[in-house]
Structures are given as C-alpha cells and as structure tokens.
Nanobody
C-alpha cells in the first residue's frame, strides 16, 4: 500500500501560481511513476501530467503544457506540481496518483493508489 496526501491548494487569481505537493508513505516511493489528475464539478477526472520513477521524463496534457511542471524528490518521498499562468478553467480538485506499471500512463484507471485531493480555485 501507498498512502498519498496532497497539499498546497487554494484560491488564486488568474495569471497566478500555485505549487501542489503530494507526500507518499508506505512502500518505496521510487518504485512508482506518479501522476496528477484533476476533476472539475460535473466533469470527468482528467489527466494533467505524469513523471517517471527517476524523474527523468515527464509528460503533460496539452491543456497545461508550458504552464505546469511536475517534479519529484525521491529522498523526500514527494512529488510536486508547479502551476503557473493559472486560468479559471484550471479550477478543480487536484489528485496525485501512483502507478507501479512499467510504462507511463495517462488514464486514471491505470493508477493504483490515490490521494484525497486538494482544491484549486482560480478567480477571473
């Protein structure tokens, strides 16, 4: 089992920045690819980005590419989501997730463990 706890959400004006953190405990953090997803009210959960076990490779949804950056610190068992140039349409609950498969995944059902989510609200 891997336990994940997100933090760092809040209210920010459009154009602003936030940094989300996801702290992991349980099994060896570096064994897992990590992903970020988000879910807005009335919408399905959508992929934001993912990072490999070592942190060497990242992949992002087109909607956030160039604005969001995922990084990880395996020594601290933490993955981060730096969000810049935020837009009102980025408003959602943001979740981190852990995937123990070999390949990077972009669909939520491929991920094995999930955090409880943190709310991000971007005002116009």
């Amino acid at each position: 089992q891997v336990q994940l706890v997100e933090s760092g959400g809040g209210l920010v004006q459009a154009g602003g920045s936030l940094r989300l953190s996801c702290a992991a405990s349980g099994r060896t953090f570096s064994n897992y690819h990590m992903g970020w997803f988000r879910q807005a009210p009335g919408k399905e959960r959508e992929f934001v980005g993912t990072i490999t076990r070592s942190g060497a490779i990242t992949y992002y949804a087109d909607s956030v590419k160039g604005r969001f950056t995922i990084s990880r610190d395996n020594a601290k068992n933490t993955v981060y989501l730096q969000m810049n140039s935020l837009k009102p349409e980025d408003t959602a609950v943001y979740y981190c997730a852990a995937d123990q498969s070999v390949r990077l995944r972009t669909t939520s059902y491929d991920y094995d463990y999930w955090g409880q989510g943190t709310q991000v609200t971007v005002s116009s």
